[in-house]
C-alpha cells in the first residue's frame, strides 16, 4: 500500500519557471526523502528532510515540511530541461523500522 | 566509484519458469532493499537485509518470492513459477547505515521483468 500521494500527477512547465510538487501522507513519520527517476540515471536521492524540520534547502531545490497537515512540497526554482524526470516522495511510517512507503510520483515535463 | 549494480538488465521469463535477479550493492553498505515498481507506480518495498541478515521481508507478495544475501554483499531476489503479474521493474538499494530510513538510499538501474 502506498503512503504518500504526490500532486499533480503530472506537470509541464517552460523552462526557467518554477515548478512545485506536493506530497501527502497518512501516518506519522520520522523523516520524508524525495527522489527523482529518469531514465537516464534511475532513482536519485534529493533531499531528506526530518520531522523536526520545516524547510531545507538543496542548490536549486526548496523542500518544506508541515507534520501538522501531513504534507511535503518540493519547489524547483529556475528549471532546466535536465529537470525532466518523475519525482517521488518517500515516509518512513513510524510503525516500521526499515520500510519506506512511496506515492505515485509526479511526472514533471520542462518545455525549453 | 562503483554504484549499484543489478543483473540482469531485461529478463523475459515464460509463465511458470524460476528467475534469479542479482544485485550488487556499494561496497562496504550495510543495508540492502529490493523493491518492486510497476509502470507510473512509486517503488513498493519487497524486503530488507542488515548485513546477511533478513529483517523484514513482509513485503514480498507470496512464498514464490525469496531473497537472499548469505555474505552481507551480493543479493538474490529469487522468483519461483513466475506469473504475468510479476512482470515489473525490480530494483536493488542499498545505503550505508543501520538505520535505514535515516539515510539515503542509492538504487541500481533495475531490472525489468516481462513475463509472458
Known amino acids: 500500500s502506498q503512503q504518500g500521494e504526490e500532486d499533480p500527477q503530472a506537470l509541464s512547465i517552460q523552462e526557467g519557471e518554477n515548478a512545485t510538487m506536493n506530497c501527502s501522507y497518512k501516518t506519522s513519520i520520522n523523516n520524508l526523502q524525495w527522489y527523482r527517476q529518469n531514465s537516464g540515471r534511475g532513482l536519485v536521492h534529493l533531499i531528506l528532510i526530518r520531522s523536526n524540520e520545516r524547510e531545507k534547502h538543496s542548490g536549486r531545490l526548496r523542500v518544506t515540511l508541515d507534520t501538522s497537515k501531513k504534507s511535503s512540497s518540493l519547489l524547483i526554482t529556475a528549471s532546466r530541461a535536465a529537470d525532466t524526470a518523475s519525482y517521488f516522495c518517500?515516509?518512513?511510517?513510524?510503525?516500521?523500522?526499515?520500510?519506506?512507503?512511496w506515492g505515485a510520483g509526479t511526472k514533471l515535463i520542462i518545455k525549453p | 566509484g562503483a554504484g549499484v549494480s543489478q543483473s540482469p538488465r531485461y529478463k523475459v521469463a515464460k509463465r511458470g519458469q524460476d528467475v534469479a535477479l542479482r544485485c550488487d550493492p556499494i561496497?562496504?553498505?550495510?543495508?540492502l532493499f529490493w523493491y518492486q515498481q510497476a509502470l507510473g507506480q512509486g517503488p513498493e518495498f519487497l524486503t530488507y537485509?542488515?548485513?546477511?541478515?533478513?529483517?523484514?521481508k513482509s513485503g514480498l507478495p507470496s512464498d514464490r518470492f525469496f531473497a537472499e544475501r548469505p555474505e552481507g554483499s551480493v543479493s538474490t531476489l529469487k522468483i519461483q513459477r513466475t506469473q504475468q503479474e510479476d512482470s515489473a521493474v525490480y530494483l536493488c538499494?542499498?545505503?550505508?547505515?543501520?538505520?535505514?530510513?535515516?539515510?539515503?538510499?542509492?538504487f541500481g538501474p533495475g531490472t525489468r521483468l516481462t513475463v509472458l
Open positions: 561496497s562496504g553498505h550495510v543495508s
Open positions: 537485509f542488515q548485513n546477511e541478515a533478513q529483517l523484514d
Open positions: 538499494a542499498s545505503s550505508l547505515g543501520s538505520e535505514p530510513t535515516y539515510n539515503e538510499q542509492f
Open positions: 518517500a515516509t518512513d511510517p513510524r510503525r516500521s523500522n526499515y520500510q519506506l512507503i
